[in-house]
């Protein structure tokens, strides 16, 4: 009976084992002080501010403009912005020797990927997407839109660049799991996402685009005025599978690391 019950505590860690104390310290670091206050301040400096600046007082359709302006420029900054918020989560933990002695501590690599990753969602999906994105609606609702505006297809426009966003996070995980320098995890995780939104320019490749992640910006535009295309659906699964393929390789890289 005993031996039963040891069995079942050690079976009880699991492939998760760790991953509460890892989640509560990275969302510690972004809540814990004043810093998510200065972060918000920079994202609605970054995506909502020029936004409201650069859309003319005279437009009649100064409304709509202020969410499309939103979806497309501001999910280009909040991409980049997630790689460079994210890009020494893990390197600076292995230079100062952090790494190894976290995972000599009953830690997994699994949980310790994933309690970073749902803490970058967390923050991502409050201070970088959710709030700016409330903003620039309530703005936009000042200044009138079409009655077609559905507040509905707007979430599912903004659920969309959210899941953008939330893959070049994944993909900045998974480089800093298998480099050494940020710079490299940086310049690669930027690569990456410019060259993806510029794959509908290249003849070969064309046909991929509409089924692609990087077409959820195009789709977040037209899901704002009720068009959204079939292809839409195929691009928020390729997103998911994207995000899984990331973090699943990250864990793998960073077993290295396990006791």
């Known amino acids: 009976m005993q031996n039963s019950r040891l069995e079942f505590q050690r079976m009880r860690g699991g492939w998760l084992q760790g991953f509460r104390p890892i989640y509560q310290k990275e969302l510690a670091y972004w809540f814990g002080t004043t810093r998510w206050a200065s972060q918000l301040v920079l ?22 403009s202020y969410l499309a302006a939103f979806l497309q420029v501001g999910s280009n900054l909040m991409s980049i912005g997630a790689v460079l918020m994210a890009q020494s ?29 749902a803490a970058y969602g ?40 959210y899941l953008l966003v939330m893959f070049s996070v994944a993909l900045t995980l998974l480089l800093g799991a298998m480099f050494n320098r940020v710079s490299i995890v940086a310049s690669i995780g930027i690569f990456v996402f410019l060259g993806g939104t510029s794959l509908g320019s290249n003849p070969q490749l064309r046909f991929l685009q509409p089924y692609s992640l990087w ?45």
């Open 43 to 64: 994202w609605l400096g970054l995506t909502v501010a020029p936004v409201l600046l650069a859309t003319p007082d005279t437009s009649p359709e100064r409304g709509i």
């Open 215 to 259: 077409a959820l910006q195009g789709n977040a535009s037209m899901a704002l005025v009720g068009k959204m295309p079939p292809t839409a659906w195929s691009a928020m699964g390729c997103a998911v599978l994207m995000i899984g393929l990331c973090l699943s390789i990250a864990t793998w890289r960073m077993q290295q690391y396990e006791h």
């Open 122 to 161: 967390v923050f991502v999906g409050s201070m970088v997407v959710g709030l700016p994105a409330i903003a620039i609606y309530l703005a936009a609702a000042v200044v009138g839109f079409p009655p077609g505006i559905s507040f509905f297809n707007y979430l599912l426009a903004v659920w969309m660049i």
């Open 89 to 117: 989560a893990i390197v600076e933990e292995k230079l100062t020797q952090t790494l190894l002695w976290i995972f000599s501590k009953p830690l997994s690599a699994a949980g310790f990927i994933l309690a970073k990753f």
